[in-house]
């Protein structure tokens, strides 16, 4: 509770005042008029300041014109101790403050387009949860904020990962868990080859088929079959006869050519051809049978096949040439390994020369075993080559594009372990883990517990409110109020006159029919106003709470604003209760209203905040409604009716005309001594305290006594006009004379004050 205003300088109208007095004293229940510009919408923004420790909302309001800071001092009534404020902020935190206004219903109930959105019903729900809920909620809203950020971090990795790698249909929470591979480089080139040999297919598929060609050259049957006889030819005999019997210049060939036609005349085998002579020595017999083996055609097909194999393995050489076609296919992209294969048919290829060398004797029985091992290398070869034709002859398109994708998946392998992506992945994981081990539990655990007690105090609400609209004489109620939290649900629904439901905004599921059409003006306000007052009703801590109310009754005719009185006065004088009610008002009736209704509650105050020309600056004073000018409209309606009861007729004149005599001279004595007399109104005395301190010592009244009398003598208990014996008697025997005497004594009275 703040019971003193000690100083506001600096702040709109609000220039210089404040003090120790009883101008600036707030009691349990204060009201305070003022009207527009006066400094009312200041009070309430000093406050609003103090409630959210915004020095803002108190620094923007500087006086115009002014150079020094503003200033801001209010003592607590607890422990007398000031709260001050200057350009800076507060000296204290003090948020045990609810305002009423029109910025409340503003920003917790209807938007701009008059409707109860989302967006209301969520702060109305804050509102209704009070400051245990509050904190609570704010425990919510802090890990929900904390989850939103988590969430949008993670999000924005994992959007940045599918930016760069959408194509590879890896999503990011498989390529956060890829595992390393140490040989990923080696993989990535085999597949770069492979990819690059479906590339060049043609020029692949033709040196592998160079490669067989070279291959199918060779066959060991052509070698081998001419190659195994032997013969036992003397040939050195056949030379030796020639070089004895041939004259030399004779043409070779020719000499070979007449020693085989020779040979095919000879009729007898021990008779020359040549010479005619008989044959009978040994040597001779040789060497015609050795010119027989020369020239046989079995000779001669093992000398040609001889001079063939050795012309073919001199000019076949299938090791260099598959090498180059070898080197040909690695830069094509495909690599094969035929390196050892190569080697073994060169080294076999090798040891076929001698042997071939040995062969020119026809007599010499030749390895075939090496012809065989030729074979076998070549077949060896050839089923690696074989396939990979067969390969390379079909369309690869598919198996390209396969490989793409596999080569593709390699390097976002390789790139998961980069610097880059490995800082990533790390913030990641630990944005991940702090949002599984911490945020997600701990916000689970506040929405539950915020659930739990929202439930706990939301039937009780949903009776406050509905008890204060009906005390507020409105049509409607409100029902189904239940707990919102994340749900879509509307947080509450209206039921008119029992029976027709309307929803808080337009498209709302209850029904067709929604506030905003529905509900007057007056009608939201008192919705708001049940709200606030049901709301605080449940606060935990509703002894500390300051109450404001700034112009709470607009818009309500007189009526509701009677109403709303009496729900303040039920507020305030309940078992537990706010500390501290601070009504503002520029509106006259609502505080001659609240006067009514609070002014006999000795914690009840009234302060009038206007403009004080002398001092220039809105400044604060004690305010009587009944006596202060502003509100004597009241006064002179009740002198109007005096003069009125004086003319009525004695059929009409009775003693409850005279109640009126006794408020109209109080009123009068306040105001025209209101000086002398504040001690005593402030105290709320009486009529008789009123004479008496008048008639104190250099006061109005220490010499008049005949007009104390007379003032005294108004008493019908005192006065008796038609009767011969006054005193002692019934009031209620007074008659129409005397009422009518007493009346015109009255007034004469007041025309004398």
């Known amino acids: 509770m703040i019971d003193k205003i000690l100083k506001i300088e600096e702040i709109g109208r609000l220039q210089k005042t404040g003090g120790t007095g009883d101008d600036y004293r707030l009691t349990r229940k204060t009201m305070v008029y003022a009207g527009n510009t006066h400094g009312k919408?200041?009070?309430?923004?000093?406050?609003?300041?103090?409630?959210?420790?915004?020095?803002?909302?108190?620094?923007?309001?500087?006086?115009?014109?002014?150079?020094?800071?503003?200033?801001?001092?209010?003592?607590k009534a607890s422990d007398q101790k000031s709260i001050n404020f200057n350009s800076s902020g507060w000296s204290d935190n003090f948020d045990d403050i609810r305002i009423f206004d029109d910025r409340y219903i503003r920003e917790n109930f209807f938007s701009p387009d008059e409707q109860i959105n989302d967006a209301d019903q969520r702060t109305i729900e804050t509102f209704i949860l009070g400051a245990e809920g509050k904190e609570l909620a704010r425990k919510v809203a802090e890990f929900t904020e904390k989850q939103i950020k988590n969430t949008t971090a993670r999000g924005r990795l994992t959007r940045h990962y599918t930016s760069q790698y959408s194509s590879s249909g890896v999503n990011f929470a498989s390529f956060l868990d890829t595992k390393e591979d140490a040989d990923i480089e080696a993989k990535i080139k085999a597949s770069e080859d492979k990819l690059k040999s479906f590339q060049n297919q043609t020029s692949i598929k033709q040196s592998l088929e160079d490669i067989k060609v070279i291959l199918d050259e060779y066959s060991a049957n052509s070698h081998m079959l001419p190659l195994s006889i032997a013969m036992s030819v003397d040939v050195g005999v056949i030379s030796q006869h020639i070089n004895d019997h041939m004259t030399a210049?004779?043409?070779?060939?020719?000499?070979?050519?007449?020693?085989?036609?020779?040979?095919?005349?000879?009729?007898?085998?021990?008779?020359?051809?040549?010479?005619?002579?008989?044959?009978?020595?040994?040597?001779?017999?040789?060497?015609?049978?050795?010119?027989?083996?020369?020239?046989?055609?079995a000779y001669l097909a093992l000398v040609s096949a001889r001079n063939q194999s050795e012309k073919f393995f001199e000019s076949w050489k299938p090791n260099l040439r598959i090498a180059i076609e070898i080197a040909k296919l690695q830069k094509l992209g495909l690599d094969i390994d035929l390196e050892d294969s190569i080697n073994e048919l060169k080294a076999v290829v090798e040891n076929v020369a001698p042997e071939l060398e040995l062969k020119k004797n026809p007599a010499h029985p030749v390895n075939v075993g090496l012809f065989d091992k030729v074979s076998e290398e070549v077949t060896g070869i050839r089923?690696?080559?074989?396939?990979?034709?067969?390969?390379?002859?079909?369309?690869?398109?598919?198996?390209?594009?396969?490989?793409?994708?596999?080569?593709?998946?390699?390097?976002?392998?390789?790139?998961?372990?980069?610097?880059?992506?490995?800082?990533?992945?790390?913030?990641?994981?630990?944005?991940?883990?702090?949002?599984?081990?911490?945020?997600?539990?701990?916000?689970?655990?506040?929405?539950?517990?915020?659930?739990?007690?929202?439930?706990?105090?939301?039937?009780?609400?949903?009776?406050?409110v509905n008890e204060c609209l009906e005390a507020l004489g409105v049509n409607f109620r409100i029902k189904d109020l239940q707990y919102k939290g994340r749900s879509r649900g509307d947080l509450f629904s209206l039921i008119f006159d029992d029976m027709h439901d309307v929803g808080i905004h337009n498209g709302s599921s209850i029904s067709s029919y929604s506030a905003k059409h529905t509900l007057s003006e007056s009608d939201k306000r008192a919705l708001c106003f049940a709200f606030f007052v049901g709301s605080v009703q449940h606060e935990k801590d509703l002894s500390s709470l300051i109450i404001l109310m700034d112009d709470p009754a607009s818009s309500f005719d007189f009526e509701r604003r009677t109403s709303m009185a009496t729900c303040l006065r039920t507020l305030m004088d309940a078992g537990t209760s706010p500390s501290q009610l601070l009504i503002l008002t520029h509106d006259r009736d609502f505080a001659k209203t609240i006067n009514s209704k609070l002014c006999d509650d000795d914690d009840?105050?009234?302060?009038?905040?206007?403009?004080?020309?002398?001092?220039?600056?809105?400044?604060?004073?004690?305010?009587?409604?009944?006596?202060?000018?502003?509100?004597m409209s009241d006064f002179y309606k009740k002198l109007d009716q005096l003069h009125k009861n004086i003319d009525l007729p004695d059929s009409e004149l009775d003693s409850s005309k005279l109640q009126l005599i006794r408020h109209l001279i109080e009123n009068l004595l306040k105001r025209k001594y209101y000086d002398k007399l504040r001690t005593d109104i402030n105290a709320k005395k009486s009529l008789e305290t009123f004479i008496e301190t008048l008639k104190k010592p250099g006061m109005p009244f220490e010499a008049r006594e005949d007009l104390i009398t007379r003032i005294r003598g108004l008493s019908p208990h005192t006065v008796h006009h038609d009767q011969d014996n006054p005193g002692g008697y019934d009031p209620n025997t007074i008659g129409p004379v005397d009422v009518r005497n007493i009346l015109k004594d009255a007034l004469k009275v007041l025309e004398e004050l």
């Not at 008989?278 to 040597?283: T, V």
């Not at 994708?405 to 994981?429: D, I, N, P, V």
């Not at 302060?607 to 202060?628: H, M, Q, R, V």
């Open 41 to 75: 919408s200041t009070l309430t923004a000093i406050l609003r300041s103090l409630k959210e420790n915004d020095p803002t909302i108190v620094n923007s309001r500087l006086t115009f014109g002014s150079s020094r800071n503003p200033l801001v001092q209010l003592r």
């Open 249 to 297: 210049g004779v043409d070779s060939t020719k000499a070979k050519q007449f020693i085989a036609d020779g040979l095919s005349l000879q009729k007898a085998k021990d008779i020359c051809v040549y010479c005619s002579q008989k044959i009978q020595e040994s040597g001779a017999k040789v060497l015609l049978e050795s010119y027989q083996d020369v020239f046989s055609k």
């Open 383 to 464: 089923e690696v080559i074989i396939p990979l034709i067969t390969e390379y002859e079909q369309d690869l398109s598919e198996e390209a594009n396969k490989e793409r994708g596999s080569l593709a998946l390699l390097k976002l392998q390789k790139s998961r372990f980069e610097q880059y992506w490995t800082e990533q992945c790390k913030a990641y994981s630990s944005l991940q883990e702090d949002h599984d081990k911490n945020i997600k539990p701990t916000l689970d655990t506040c929405i539950e517990g915020l659930q739990d007690y929202a439930e706990s105090i939301y039937t009780n609400c949903m009776g406050s």
């Open 604 to 631: 009840f105050s009234s302060l009038l905040l206007e403009w004080n020309a002398s001092k220039g600056t809105s400044d604060f004073a004690i305010l009587d409604t009944s006596t202060n000018p502003l509100f």
